[in-house]
Antibody, heavy 118, light 110 residues
Framework: QVQLVESGGGVVQPGGSLTLSCAASGFTFRSFDMHWARQAPGKGLEWVAFIRHDGSDTDYGDSVKGRFTMSRDNGKSTVSLQMNSLRVEDTAVYYC???????????WGQGNLVIVSS | QSALTQPASVSGSPGQSIAISCTGTSSDIGAYNHVSWYQQHPGKAPKLMIYEVTNRPSGVSNRFSGSKSGNTASLTISGLQAEDEADYFCSSYTSRTTWVFGAGTKVTVL
């Protein structure tokens, strides 16, 4: 079965950096586009980043553009989210998500909490 | 990338039908049939319930259905059950490779 397992979250000071990782299994990883989404405490979902199946294209939400970088390693079936210049408002549970080929998010990881605080 | 507009809450009694609206613009919902809906129980990850406006993934109850008219999509839950109490989020593909979510609707089963 499809599994997405995030790691790397934690507490970081404003202006700091953090890298999230997601290990995928149970499907042909190199064939699927992937996303990161986030949810601030008590708030709604926010789409964060996209990467094409072969890594040839990425895109980002306006609130993280220029600060976050998404990458993937198809040999290891992993995606990563490098987060720089972190702000208090980046505090959220970050989800690794598979793109279901019809522009939907068909499988979600369990989520990983990032807290940006001094 | 403005969030799609959803009602904050919707409630209904067991067995009733309820509908949740999701309003966007001509750049997202109005431009594409790439609208999807997600159910999220407290402390859990979201679960895909509807994709491409009307399609249900395998394993999702046929009590859940979707539709779209113009810039507004809707999720209907028929035969409301206690287990349907959760938060529901809509999402739409937008121009370029970007997506937008709704703010979420809390469904309460009375």
């Amino acid at each position: 079965q499809v599994q997405l397992v995030e790691s790397g979250g934690g507490v970081v000071q404003p202006g700091g950096s953090l890298t999230l990782s997601c290990a995928a299994s149970g499907f042909t990883f190199r064939s699927f586009d992937m996303h990161w989404a986030r949810q601030a405490p008590g708030k709604g979902l926010e789409w964060v980043a996209f990467i094409r199946h072969d890594g040839s294209d990425t895109d980002y939400g306006d609130s993280v553009k220029g600060r976050f970088t998404m990458s993937r390693d198809n040999g290891k079936s992993t995606v990563s989210l490098q987060m720089n210049s972190l702000r208090v408002e980046d505090t959220a549970v970050y989800y690794c998500v598979r793109d279901g080929t019809n522009y939907e998010f068909d499988f979600w990881g369990q989520g990983n909490l990032v807290i940006v605080s001094s | 990338q403005s969030a799609l507009t959803q009602p904050a809450s919707v409630s209904g009694s067991p067995g009733q039908s309820i509908a949740i609206s999701c309003t966007g613009t001509s750049s997202d919902i109005g431009a594409y049939n790439h609208v999807s809906w997600y159910q999220q129980h407290p402390g859990k990850a979201p679960k895909l319930m509807i994709y491409e406006v009307t399609n249900r993934p395998s394993g999702v109850s046929n009590r859940f259905s979707g539709s779209k008219s113009g810039n507004t999509a809707s999720l209907t839950i028929s035969g409301l059950q206690a287990e349907d109490e959760a938060d529901y989020f809509c999402s739409s593909y937008t121009s370029r490779t970007t997506w937008v979510f709704g703010a979420g609707t809390k469904v309460t089963v009375l």
